[in-house]
């Protein structure tokens, strides 16, 4: 478990790999509208970014982006789910848990299916 | 549907040194707390946040689950886009909607972001408008692309 010392706690590093993985996220829509917006008006250059994104080190950053929005989307049901029934922030910990277990379990499969063709698989 | 107020302070950072120690064991810093000061347009901005979330959890993670799972980006070039991604207008509609709603929480999220870390009044005021512009931007791009792209003759 990480040891901070400012506060500290699954609170305060779920908060923080919150915003990380958002801007993150953030940083690939700006890229990402804009090489849509290329396989309209320049398909040949849209199909060499294509390439980028296929050879190994871009599948590490589909990879890494996946992880990013599965954080995101669980940690963020988490906040609202807590917004909305105050309540359920007695049992933070165990929903923050639930949420790692999930992404896990969800994350495993889906980073070997996305990195497979790097060793040909 | 109320605030968290019962466990967490709206507009405080973290609960005073003297809160009772049970008090300090359920506080939790999760979301921004809901505003509270009667600015209309920041309270529709914490909900809205919320909302386009929701609606991004399904959208967007079924949209990454299709395109980099179900199928490999390394096989959707440009003429795939068309012939076969938005050859009926449901996946125009569906990926422009995706497109409104990941631009719109992405850049307020951004905003969120600025507005904690850059405190210079003028630079932050500069900032949030090159924000503006460049979402908008951005959204007109997007929505130029899903709405402009040919279909190619089967």
Known sequence: MLKLTYRGGEGMVAWAFHRISGVAIWVFILLHVIDIWLSNVNATLYD???AIYASPPGRVGEMLLGAALLYHALNGLRIIVMDFWPPLTHYHRQIWI????IFVVVGLPVGYIILKPIWGG | MTASTDVRPAGEPGLPAEAPARDRRHYSPIGRPR????DRA??????LMRLTGLGLFVLALSHFLITHVLFDPAN?????????RWESNLWRYVDGTLLVLVVFHSFT???????DYVSNGRA???ILVV???AGLLLAFLGIWAVTTAPVPPP
């Open chain 1, 48 to 50: 060499d970014v294509l």
């Open chain 2, 124 to 126: 932050r005021a500069v």
């Open chain 2, 131 to 133: 924000l503006v512009v």
């Open chain 2, 76 to 84: 959707q070039t440009a003429e795939w886009i068309q012939a076969h």
């Open chain 2, 42 to 47: 920041e309270l529709a901005a914490w909900y």
């Open chain 1, 98 to 101: 639930a949420s790692w277990l």
């Open chain 2, 35 to 38: 505003p509270t000061g009667g």
């Open chain 2, 109 to 115: 999220g951004v905003r969120t972001v600025i507005q």
